[in-house]
């Protein structure tokens, strides 16, 4: 089972690899963004590894139009006149900010970081290098947690995640966030922490939804 499951792990990120290798040459986006996009606004939200191959990448500048309460949705000022999709993912200037669930003709909604039950995030660390983990909710602080390693992991408090890749969506090295605690046993043999986000939802303002489509699914 171990082995069947780091080798699932590693074909994914032999895949996402292969993507990026492909974006030069492809157009990713079902619709071109109707604005010029300065990525080195993006700058904190990439990885190092995956920078250049990020900032490439085609983005549609959108403004923050309400925000709920507990943040967990947003409306934004783009829609389908603009060429935004439903389940395109939103990143802030410090990373990964949600995913549109919903769609008007001149706005959306989005799901933030803060609930990432729907958004089948899966996550990986450059330092120590592991992957493979997801984001839920604490159903007891209703706070983040980070789980699904395995029991070995070397993963510390204060280690940066970011996406893994292989989705049809979202490529490697998209900042998420840090485990803000030690991995701690869950009770199934898969160790746990508690996780912030590397976006200040409640600040955010400026938001860039990233036109990406998997070329290996078209």
Do not use: H
């Not at 938001?207 to 990406?212: F, G, N, R, T």
Request: hydrophobic content about 45%; some cysteine; overall charge negative.
């Amino acid at each position: 089972m171990i082995r069947k499951r780091i080798y699932t792990r590693w074909m994914r990120r032999v895949a996402s690899l292969l993507v990026l290798a492909m974006l030069a040459g492809l157009s990713i986006g079902a619709a071109a963004p109707s604005e010029a996009v300065d990525t080195s606004m993006l700058k904190n939200a990439f990885s190092e590894q995956r920078f250049s191959e990020l900032s490439a990448l085609d983005y549609l500048p959108a403004k923050v139009s309400f925000r709920a309460d507990d943040g967990m949705l947003m409306s934004l000022d783009k829609g389908e006149a603009d060429g935004v999709q439903p389940e395109m993912f939103a990143l802030a200037a410090d990373g990964l900010l949600g995913q549109v669930i919903e769609v008007r003709e001149a706005s959306c909604t989005i799901q933030t970081i803060l609930d990432p039950r729907n958004m089948m995030l899966s996550l990986m660390c450059y330092n120590p290098q592991e992957w493979g983990g997801q984001l839920g909710v604490d159903p007891a602080s209703g706070g983040l947690l980070f789980n699904g390693m395995m029991p070995d992991s070397r993963l510390k408090r204060g280690d940066m995640l970011y996406t893994e890749g292989g989705t049809t969506l979202l490529p490697e090295g998209i900042r998420v966030g840090q485990l803000a605690s030690d991995l701690q046993p869950d009770g199934r043999d898969f160790p746990c922490a508690s996780f912030t986000p590397s976006v200040d939802v409640a600040a955010v303002e400026d938001v860039y939804l990233l036109a990406y489509v998997d070329p290996l699914t078209r």
